[in-house]
């Protein structure tokens, strides 16, 4: 994973440096390109999970762009909008990601979806307490964070 | 076409900019509005950052945009956390219509300890 990011990152470079061009888009192509080689050459072993795992970055970054775009237009409507349509509550959601990197990154992405907040997890890491603005069911709230970011963080994380 | 993107762009990081500016003087409660300002400010940051990378068009400009909003994804959420925890512990009300609560009687002020949700009171 971290050799065939540092060789894809490595033919990058020497694209960028025979090519002479040293712009974003020019970068952005060798990357993509090396990558394509890369995966070429290492179809016939059988270490593919870096193959596996960007693809799954790729799709991650979108579903967050996607989730993002969706409660912030959500909230916006609920700003300009007089009535107040909030039904806001603190909410402890059972965890399944152990380690410290899987907590914290959950906890960051939870916090940068509008609408709900991290406020603090227990002290035996089994539960993250996050205050929402719209929990008009307790369950499918619960549901929607682990079968979406978690269950997303985690595929790639593990 | 590359006009209309950065115009695009601007504009909309602005509203959303403005949008948590006017959230911040509706919302009845202290969480929700730390909840609305930090990530209604990083989405609009992130926009107006991207117009501008892309007014530029210059590398050194591109990473510069690439590494600022990494650095805003990564910090402004531990920054709301931090707030929102110290705000609870402080005591801090909910607003009157918050529906469920289920961090309350769990922090032992003694011990600084935090419990988790029991099952049974969940399901």
């Known amino acids: 994973m971290k050799n065939l990011f540092l060789a894809n990152l490595l033919l990058t ?9 040293f712009n974003f888009t020019n970068f952005l192509f060798g990357l993509i390109l090396s990558y394509g080689i890369l995966w070429i050459l290492t179809r016939s072993m059988n270490n593919v ?6 693809p799954q970055i790729i ?9 993002l775009i969706k409660a912030n237009i959500e909230v916006a409507y609920d700003v300009i909008t007089p009535t107040n349509y909030m039904d806001p509550g603190i909410v402890g959601i059972p965890l399944d990601a152990k380690t410290d990197l899987e907590i914290t990154l959950l906890a960051n992405f939870i916090t940068l979806t509008p609408g709900t907040l991290s406020l603090d997890i227990s002290t035996d890491r089994k539960t993250l307490y996050v205050h929402g603005m719209y929990i008009r069911d307790k369950s499918t709230f619960i549901n929607d964070i682990k079968s979406g970011f978690e269950r ?4 790639i994380l593990r | 076409m590359n006009d209309i993107l950065i115009i695009g762009f601007a504009t909309l990081g602005a509203i959303f900019i403005l949008l948590a500016g006017i959230g911040l003087l509706k919302m009845p409660d ?4 730390v909840s609305i300002s930090t990530k209604a400010i990083t989405l609009g940051t992130g926009l107006i950052l991207i117009a501008a990378a892309l007014a530029f068009q210059d590398f050194s400009i591109t990473s510069r945009v690439i590494a600022i909003i990494l650095f805003i994804i990564l910090t402004a959420p531990v920054a709301a956390h931090m707030i929102g925890k110290a705000a609870y512990f402080t005591g801090i009300k909910l607003w009157k219509n918050t529906s469920v609560n289920d961090l309350s009687k769990k922090y032992d002020k003694k011990r600084h300890t935090l419990d988790s949700v029991d099952n049974d009171a969940s399901n």
């Open chain 1, 13 to 21: 470079f020497i694209w960028v440096a025979l090519t002479g061009k």
């Open chain 1, 49 to 54: 999970s870096y193959f596996k795992r960007v």
């Open chain 1, 59 to 67: 799709s991650f970054i979108f579903f967050f762009l996607k989730e």
């Open chain 1, 152 to 155: 997303r963080l985690l595929e």
């Open chain 2, 30 to 33: 202290f969480y929700m509005r």
